[in-house]
């Protein structure tokens, strides 16, 4: 009888775990793991091999835009947030505004297509949530020092849009959203802890 119902429990898992990939898949996000941030502030690195990169915002303001950036003297630009909903989003707040997040424009936009917007408490936009799949995360158990690395080769997929930040290789210039394809080297990210 009680391995009956195991048997049953893990085709229920497997037809469950089997849904979530489906819907990965079709915005093309490759399933790997979820990072946890653990509360602390991040900067999000290019992943690229040169890794000087990272993306900013222009201000601490609403309608600021999200640029690309010369990589800061381990200034932390961003405070990323679980926000519970299912499957698993973050929050990406503005470190400097807490009250602000990066936020997915209409488009297509002449201008940035993620600016920073305030937070809707309503959780009803989900052009304010982001899904964030990593090639490799820091082990969940352990804490990641000041320095250390929360994810690597982590595509970042607009939760409304399904389309992924990708960097444009112009510093100072706005990061685009694109369909999500995991062998875009151009969209994959580095999740840094940085020292605060």
Known sequence: MLSTRLSCAFVVLAAASSSFASVLSARQISPGCNPNFEGHPVSIIYGGSAGVEELGV???????????????????????????????????????NHNLVAYATTIPRADAAIKLNPVDNTGADERQYWLISCDTCADPSSTV??????????????????????????????????????????????FLRENL
């Open 58 to 96: 222009t201000s601490d303001t609403s309608g600021a835009n999200i640029i690309t950036q010369a990589m800061s003297a381990r200034t932390p630009q961003f405070l990323v947030e679980n926000s519970g909903h299912f499957p698993t989003s973050y929050l990406i707040k503005d470190q400097g």
């Open 145 to 190: 020092p000041p320095g250390g690395v929360f994810g690597t080769g982590c595509q970042i997929a607009n939760s409304a849009l399904g389309l992924c930040i990708q960097r444009t290789g112009v510093l100072g210039q706005p990061p685009v959203l694109d369909p999500c394809f995991d062998g875009e080297p151009n969209q994959k990210f580095n």
